[in-house]
């Protein structure tokens, strides 16, 4: 057998280059690395070099690696290459992890490798796939790797000729050894290893192993054919969110992946103990303003069980403008799992979360304004009122912000007359500054009719610290000052918005009394208790001194008789309940 070795040295006349010629029997190849005298002696420097003791762990280390490297490699690398390859293995603490590194060579133009991964991995099909990567990363004229099998651990070398530039100069590349070994991992490790690998990572203990067993056996083979394993640890952190009492649970994120169909797409995904019907959900992402493009369910579960769904939504705004998911998220999530949980209506102006910045409670004050609006004989629908706030996104912000600067208890607000004073006016004027750019004369007269209302409200139990299940809006209007009261016109009116139950009650004077009514005229159950009040002027001119008089209408009324009782009882008891909460002398 001939082989060659070159041997590099500098001079004064720069890089001279040394080519050795030796003539081998073929059975000096069959001799053992350790056994031969040139690779001994870088041996031993290795040994003396790190002070390695006799039949230490790392000395015995040592051995193996030089027995496992082919013996051409041995005879022309440095010794200062077979250092750094030594200490490189040496540092890898989990032999189930991929490692890469960097070997320094003192000749120039070249760059070498070393990619170290488990023996388990170690196919022909995996070398293949981290070759064609590395080769495609780094520019190069020439390209030679070689493999090297231990029992634990093997290893794969390449040594890169890179591109010269017009002078015949090359550079070493930056190369990301971090990237590098996550790209590999990728490339090579059985999704649910890596995934496994992941969740030990980001818990302590005992927790990752726990969630591997609990979700990953259960998850189906089209899941992990599409879903990066970064991906499915979000998903399991969402599904272990999921409780008997909290079983829903959203995120909002953006879809990375290049599409024909534009860069501001997002996704919206849903975690849920049960699953959620397209019929139930679509109208709910409509109303908040979003177009959805497609969906995908997984059940997480086997013919045994179900732990849990993830459905997926690709979803863009109805405008087409990009949705800042960072920013929304916080908006749109919560509307979605109270529309679900029956804490807030499932209504065209949550659209106002995307075009106006309004949380979901904030719009439920002006859903009550518009309610209220139309309560007051308005020649107008909900539709007509619901496109107005939704084409006047700033009008419908600056609505709220009059009512919350009226009666929010946040200090930055000031105080009552620093509030009316000064607070209150700047509002009013950027409100009327914003009807400049209002073009239909229906808009204008809802946006200011509705500003008239919030400016002439009293009282409101909106800010009051209450539990989570009280969900209703009071208000008590100075109804006197309302141009667009229909006569008789009350001295106080309380108005009572709930996601189930509408009502109100209208007082004559400071002192009055009066009844309340369960109505069934939902559309104008204000119209129905005004008549009651005429009535009962006409009737009993011996009430002292002035009357009143109430009532309230179920949203959706149960269709039996007996559950329209009870719940009309339970709402009645709200009803009352959030009245009081704003009653005053």
């Not at 394993?229 to 599904?239: G, S, T, Y």
């Not at 629908?381 to 600056?398: K, M, Y």
Request: proline share 4%.
């Amino acid at each position: 057998s001939v082989s060659a070795f070159l041997l590099n040295r500098s001079s004064d006349l720069g890089m001279v280059e040394h080519v050795f010629l030796g003539l081998l029997r073929g059975s000096s190849l069959q001799v053992k690395n350790v056994e031969t005298p040139l690779i001994h002696q870088k041996m031993d420097y290795i040994f003396k070099n790190r002070n390695m003791l006799v039949n230490s762990y790392d000395y015995n280390e040592v051995v193996r690696i030089f027995r496992a490297t082919p013996k051409f490699e041995l005879f022309r690398s440095s010794r200062k290459e077979l250092i750094q390859v030594c200490d490189g293995l040496l540092s890898v603490n989990n032999p189930n992890n991929i490692y890469c590194f960097q070997i320094n060579t003192r000749v120039t133009g070249v760059l070498k490798l070393m990619i170290v991964m488990p023996t388990s991995l170690f196919s022909e099909e995996a070398i293949g796939h981290t070759v064609v990567l590395l080769k495609a990363k780094i520019p190069h004229q020439h390209c030679d790797w070689f493999e090297a099998r231990g029992s634990e651990k093997s290893r794969l070398h390449l040594e890169f000729e890179l591109q010269e530039d017009t002078l015949g100069k090359s550079e070493l590349p930056n190369v990301d050894l971090l990237q590098l070994e996550n790209e590999i991992s990728g490339l090579i490790k059985p999704w649910k290893i890596q995934l496994r690998e992941l969740l030990q990572s980001k818990n302590t203990g005992d927790e990752g192993a726990r969630l591997y067993e609990r979700y990953v056996p259960l998850m189906p083979s089209h899941y992990s054919a599409r879903v990066e394993i970064l991906e499915a640890l979000e998903n399991i952190q969402f599904m272990e969110l999921l409780t008997r009492d909290d079983d829903l649970q959203f995120d909002l994120k953006h879809f990375s992946i290049p599409s024909v169909l534009g860069k501001s797409i997002s996704l919206l995904y849903v975690y849920s103990k049960e699953k959620i019907h397209l019929i139930e959900i679509m109208p709910v992402l409509q109303n908040l303003g979003l177009h959805v493009i497609d969906q995908l369910t997984t059940r997480i579960g086997n013919d045994e069980k179900t732990l849990a769904f993830i459905q997926s939504f690709r979803v863009v705004r109805s405008d087409r403008r990009k949705i800042e998911e960072e920013h929304f998220k916080p908006l749109l999530a919560p509307i979605v799992k109270q529309v679900f949980k029956k804490k807030t209506e499932n209504d065209p102006l949550n659209g106002l979360a995307l075009l106006a910045n309004l949380a979901w409670r904030e719009i439920n004050v002006l859903q009550l304004y518009r309610n209220l609006s139309l309560q007051l004989s308005a020649p107008l629908t909900r539709e007509t009122i619901n496109g107005v706030l939704l084409r006047h996104p700033l009008c419908s912000r600056l609505l709220f912000e009059t009512f919350a600067c009226r009666f929010s208890p946040e200090s930055s607000f000031g105080n009552l007359i620093y509030r009316q004073e000064v607070l209150l006016p700047q509002k009013k004027h950027e409100f009327i500054e914003s009807l400049v750019t209002v073009k239909q004369v229906t808009d204008d007269d809802v946006l200011r009719s509705l500003f008239e209302l919030i400016e002439n409200t009293l009282r409101t139990n909106y800010y009051l610290q209450q539990d989570t299940e009280e969900t209703g809006i009071s208000i008590k209007l100075d109804s006197r000052k309302i141009e667009q009261m229909p006569d008789p016109v009350p001295f106080k009116e309380i108005y009572v918005h709930d996601v189930v139950m509408e009502g109100l009650h209208l007082r004559f004077g400071p002192v009055a009394r009066g009844g309340l009514r369960w109505s069934d005229r939902p559309d104008d159950f204000r119209t129905e208790i005004l008549g009651l009040v005429k009535t009962q002027q006409t009737k009993n001119v011996v009430i002292v001194p002035v009357g009143s008089k109430g009532g309230f209408v179920l949203k959706n009324t149960p269709a039996s008789r007996e559950e329209a009782i009870t719940e009309s009882k339970n709402q009645y008891r709200r009803f009352i309940s959030a009245m009081l909460q704003i009653t005053d002398n």
